[in-house]
């Protein structure tokens, strides 16, 4: 089964203020904390026009080994998402959906695959 969903997640900044990444990445960096350590789903969060916040790429992918391979490579998650800075933890684990500015902007986009 796949679930998908449309338009543009809200995130609030407190106090702690931003890192880097967008709503799309901090929504998959929530998912990836609630998922750890599951099997049989796998999750996608983008932007249509390439570009997820403050950096480069479209959003993220997760599953149920990524808190695990954020922490291999040095990060912390629920740090990370209190700090709004999903693109760090993202960058470290390899999980960045990479697809350079596409030319539109149609909207923000979510597939969870459960199998």
Request: net charge negative.
């Amino acid at each position: 089964m796949v679930l998908l969903s449309g338009g543009e997640t809200t995130v609030t900044i407190g106090p702690e203020g931003a890192g880097k990444g967008g709503r799309n990445t901090e929504l998959l960096l929530a998912a990836a904390i609630d998922l750890d350590g599951t099997s049989g789903i796998t999750a996608l969060a983008a932007d249509t026009d390439g570009i997820d916040g403050s950096e480069t790429n479209a959003g993220a992918f997760c599953d149920g080994g990524t808190a695990a391979r954020i922490r291999a490579a040095g990060g912390e998650p629920r740090a990370h998402l209190a700090r709004h800075d999903a693109w760090s933890d993202f960058s470290a684990s390899g999980d960045l959906f990479e697809t350079g500015p596409t030319g539109t902007n149609v909207n923000d986009f979510r597939a969870f695959l459960l199998v």
